[in-house]
């Protein structure tokens, strides 16, 4: 089984300093991981994803993460947030064979970018 | 097409009516999904179609049925709903076969009165 840890619930930071939203994850198999952002009223948009190679993956609107396999994490970075940046951040895993290939969610973070 | 477009985007209804959900994506997805979203919280997995065939029912009450008439369509039949039942409901699909790829739509705002 999987589970994942969002290890803030909320981060309130300035706009234009720098942001780190962490995520730990538990699996006894290989997994795919996966950061999606959700803007207030909206649904779901991938912001990036790990599925092989590179630790470090660059994704959408200037965010990259990089996998810790040792330390199981994979946390997500922004050099300089932008109010627009406001949001609620989820992590998710997903084992990358078997069967079973459902998402397993964070509890997620909101991240609250302030003028 | 990259999207998968959800009608209608807000609904009310009351406990008695009968109503559905619509989902459709051309992207030639062979899995698609229902989650039941609550505020501030992670999507709750509903319902998992693949390649038109349910193959995931995640302990949803009977009220909710869910229907997949093609492989470009998802439907979710609702009927005497509960006021704990208002939440944002979400499909999603990706391609069949891979864990990766998700795409998910804006969802269905639902208000049970």
């Known amino acids: 089984a999987q589970s994942v840890t969002q290890l803030d619930s909320q981060v309130p930071v300035f706009e234009e300093a720098p942001v780190e939203l962490r995520c730990n994850y538990s699996?006894?198999?290989?997994?795919?991981l996966f950061w999606y952002v959700q803007y207030p009223n909206q649904g779901l948009q991938l912001l990036l994803k790990y599925l092989s190679g590179s630790t470090l993956v660059k994704g959408i609107n200037g965010f990259e993460a990089e996998f810790n396999k040792s330390q199981t994490s994979f946390h997500l970075r922004k050099p300089s947030v932008h109010i627009s940046d406001t949001a609620e951040y989820f992590c998710a895993v997903s084992p990358n064979a078997g069967n079973n290939r459902k998402l397993i969610w964070g509890l997620g973070t909101s991240l609250a970018v302030n003028p | 097409d990259t999207e998968v477009t959800q009608t209608p985007k807000h609904l009310v209804m009351g406990m008695t009516n009968k109503k559905s959900l619509k989902c459709e994506q051309h992207?030639?997805?062979?899995?698609m999904y229902w989650y039941k979203q609550k505020a501030k919280k992670p999507p709750e997995l509903m319902f998992v179609y693949s390649y038109e065939k349910l193959s995931i029912n995640e302990s949803v009450p009977s009220r909710f049925s869910p229907e997949c008439p093609n492989s470009s369509l998802l439907n979710l039949h609702l009927h005497a709903l509960q006021p704990e039942d208002s939440a944002l409901y979400l499909c999603?699909?990706?391609?069949?076969?891979?864990?990766?790829?998700?795409?998910f739509g804006s969802g269905t705002r639902l208000t049970v009165v």
């Open positions: 999603a699909s990706r391609p069949g076969g891979r864990t990766d790829g998700y795409t």
């Open positions: 699996s006894s198999v290989s997994v795919y």
């Open positions: 992207m030639g997805h062979r899995a």
